[in-house]
Every structure is written in structure tokens, then in C-alpha cells.
């Protein structure tokens, strides 16, 4: 997950990959794929393609002791020419209960040709279907808190929500929130819809599909 944990976006990828098909191989190794078009790519409340449509990708790893690692990738608009970001990341997930998980990882952001990469640190606590995370970026020295909610509407349709505070080394911190409906087409297809809202941004939208293999 630039999020929907930029670790948003690969947290509800990590996780996503885990209830739909994988290929799965003796001693608990598991390896899945990930490929979206969306209308915009929106990280934590902005928009980072200029509101054009963006393609992203990736491939996640997880073992059964709560190990994962992964990589993802999206096309991205920096205010001039399409670039592209790609995202390593890892970390261990575990369960304290059967309501209560926490999760500890780290994100690398390459900027393909632009440069200004960061590296990011997290973690996360999921509580009774509540998943909160703190982030911590090194190389910016600026923090994020988020929280995130899904509803189950029906069988195949939900609501996301999604809200989140930045507090950068200098100036002022801000919010954002974000709301987004999903409808399962079958266990390897999504569509979905949604707006986000960013103190120091005009609201921004997305329609996507994603497909997971």
C-alpha cells in the first residue's frame, strides 16, 4: 500500500491476498498476485496522479509463522511526465486473540527517475475488526496514525472507511478520510468506488477494478 497501509493501499492488498487465490506450497508458503486500474491513486487523502487514471500491481508472500514480504507498483503523476513508484515491503503479523492482531513492518518508496525515496516503519494493531497503525517515516522524520473500519453491507457488498492524521517534522499536521464501497464480483474480482477528503486538498473520487490470482 500513496493507501486502501502508501501502507494503507499495501495493507488492504496483504490482506486481501490472504481471503482469495494464491498459490500455496508445502511448509506453509504462500505467493498471490494483485493487478488494479483505477481512475486515480489516491494516498492518504490526495491525489498522486493528478487525477488521472493510474495502473497498479503486485506480488505478496506470506508464511504461516506471520512472516510476508512483497512488492507493488503504480504509475504515478508528479505534476509533469507519468513516473512510476514501486514499494518493497515486510514484516510479521501475529495473533494475541482471536480479536486481536498486531502487525510489525517497514516500506521502502523508490521513485523510479525522480528520486526522493523514503523508507517507513509501522506498527499496527488490529482490535475487534477496528485496524489502527502508526507510521513513522525516517527519512521524511514525520508520523501517521490511521484507523480503518469495514462494514459488511451484504454478501457481496461493503463499506470501507478509513481516517488518518500526518504530522510532518515541520509545519502543521493535517487529516484525511476516506470512504469506499466494494462489490466482490467472486473471489478474484473486485470493483469499487470511493472519496477521500484531505484537510489541505479539494475532495477527490476513484472507481477501480482490481483481480487477484
Known amino acids: 500500500m500513496k493507501t ?12 486481501a491476498s490472504t481471503s482469495v487465490a494464491a498459490v500455496e506450497f508445502e ?13 486515480n491513486y489516491i494516498f492518504r487523502g490526495v491525489s498522486l496522479s493528478d487525477e488521472d487514471p493510474a495502473l497498479q500491481g503486485g506480488v505478496d508472500y506470506a508464511h504461516d509463522s506471520g512472516l510476508y514480504a ?4 503504480s504509475s504515478y503523476d ?7 513508484e514501486v514499494d518493497w515491503y515486510a514484516g510479521y503479523s501475529f495473533n494475541l486473540s482471536d480479536d486481536v492482531s498486531v502487525d510489525l513492518g517497514g516500506v521502502r518508496y523508490y521513485y523510479a527517475d525522480v528520486g526522493g525515496h523514503t523508507t ?3 506498527v499496527g494493531l488490529d482490535l475487534y ?21 469495514d462494514i459488511t453491507l451484504t454478501d457481496p457488498l461493503s463499506l470501507s472507511l ?12 493535517a487529516y484525511d478520510l476516506m470512504a469506499t ?5 467472486n473471489g478474484n474480482v473486485d470493483l469499487y468506488g470511493g472519496v477521500a477528503y484531505h484537510e489541505e486538498e479539494d475532495e477527490t473520487y476513484l472507481v477501480g477494478v482490481s483481480v487477484y490470482f
Open 181 to 185: 464501497l466494494n462489490y466482490s464480483v
Open 78 to 84: 508528479d505534476g509533469g511526465d507519468t513516473e512510476v
Open 162 to 173: 478509513h481516517g488518518g492524521y500526518a504530522e510532518p517534522d515541520k509545519g502543521d499536521g
Open 129 to 149: 475488526g477496528v485496524g489502527t497503525a502508526l507510521h513513522y517515516d525516517q527519512t521524511l522524520e514525520a508520523w501517521y496514525g490511521e484507523a480503518n473500519y
Open 70 to 73: 512483497g512488492i507493488w507498483a
Open 4 to 15: 486502501l497501509f502508501k501502507t494503507s493501499a499495501i495493507a488492504a492488498l496483504v490482506l
Open 120 to 122: 517507513e516503519w509501522h
Open 27 to 39: 511448509g506453509g508458503h504462500e505467493v498471490s498476485f494483485n493487478a488494479s486500474l483505477v481512475s
